[in-house]
């Protein structure tokens, strides 16, 4: 079981990850979606990191906000703060830090992926 606080999730590489998409194409009944390695590096970020609290274009978990038009909001800079350290947005904010837990250029690499997102 992978959820908050039990395990991390798996490490896959580059093999894995075509396979990932190419079975999803298969699904969905095209070909695979293609993804430059820095968007390859967001979504399983987000897999790891981010949808086992937030929802986003469906899928994910329930305990924070939606983040699907969160772009709408606010730009890059202003996720990358609220990633890094969220209480320094909001006090009581339930989510965790992410400074230390992912490097400068993770964080700034989802933040310009969720400013993106209108």
């Known amino acids: ?5 039990l395990r991390e999730a798996p ?3 580059e093999r894995d990850n075509v396979a990932i998409l190419a079975a999803l194409g298969r699904l969905h009944g095209s070909a695979a ?6 968007e390859q590096q967001v979504m399983l970020l987000l897999n790891r990191r981010c949808l086992s609290c937030h929802i986003i274009d469906g899928v994910g978990g329930k305990d924070g906000p939606e983040l699907t038009h969160v772009g709408a ?4 800079q202003a996720f990358e703060v609220r990633i890094a350290n969220p209480k320094t947005v909001k006090p009581d904010s339930e989510m965790p830090a992410f400074a230390g837990k992912l490097t400068p250029e993770e ?7 969720l400013a993106a997102r209108k």
């Open 33 to 38: 979606p293609t993804m430059s390695a820095d």
């Open 11 to 13: 490490v896959t590489n």
């Open 1 to 5: 079981m992978i959820a908050p606080g």
């Open 107 to 113: 964080i700034s690499a989802i933040a310009r992926w």
């Open 73 to 76: 909001k606010a730009g890059a």
